[in-house]
């Protein structure tokens, strides 16, 4: 069996004000730096095979804390990055439901173009499934740990699973630092195994973005 383990980056500044990060590079915080070294050891003592990361700085950056305790190389993959915002990058989700509200009530109702330049539900889906399912392919039967972000990690797990963005709705968004596994065989292809799985000190962030 293969194990896929998808891990959130810990918090950052603009998780902790409700900020739209998207593809923005922004980086750990103090607390995000903490969660990171705190899931880093339960990752460990699944013996990965191999570490692959988002190229955003606080996704590898979270993945390196798990390198230096396997000794693992990290492998960067900027289709890991998370959903693209377009227009909405930078603001908090407040400013965005006042200057784009007909957007952002597309949003918040799940539709998946909301406009404004983000990015559709079916591409990020797409780009990061496809990521995902190259990183378990070059460890077949091994564990693979993905550091990304929690739109992609929702959309990409998704992906594999077969699920569309309507039953993806009722799955709560990953806590900073947290992961879903997902196993595959032959026999069965993807499921399930787990979800939000980690240190339950990590204090859950107000926005998934």
């Known amino acids: 069996m293969t194990r896929l383990i998808v891990w959130r980056h810990g918090n950052t500044d603009w998780n902790a004000s409700n900020r739209v990060q998207g593809q923005t590079d922004t980086a750990l915080n103090d607390l995000g730096r903490e969660q990171a070294a705190a899931a880093a050891p339960l990752l460990a003592a699944l013996h ?5 990361a988002s190229d955003l700085r606080r996704a590898a950056d979270t993945a390196a804390t798990l390198a230096a305790l396997t000794g ?4 960067t993959d900027p289709r890991l990055r998370e959903r693209s915002y377009g227009k909405w990058q930078g603001l908090t989700m407040a400013e965005v439901a006042e200057r784009y509200p007909d957007e952002h009530t597309r949003w918040r109702a799940g539709e998946r173009d909301v406009g404004c330049d983000v990015e559709t539900l079916d591409d990020l889906g797409k780009r990061v499934g496809q990521a995902l399912q190259e990183a378990a392919d070059a460890a077949p039967g091994g564990t693979i ?29 990953l806590q ?22 980690g240190l339950s000190g990590n204090r859950p962030t107000p926005s998934p973005v």
Do not use: M
């Open 145 to 173: 740990v993905v550091a990304t972000h929690g739109g992609a990690a929702r959309q990409g797990c998704g992906f594999l699973l077969g699920w569309s963005p309507e039953i993806l709705r009722s799955v709560g968004p």
């Open 48 to 52: 990965p095979d191999a570490i692959v």
């Open 72 to 75: 693992l190389p990290v492998r």
């Open 176 to 197: 900073n630092c947290h992961w879903t596994e997902l196993g595959h065989d032959q026999v069965r292809g993807w499921w399930l195994r787990s979800h939000n799985a």
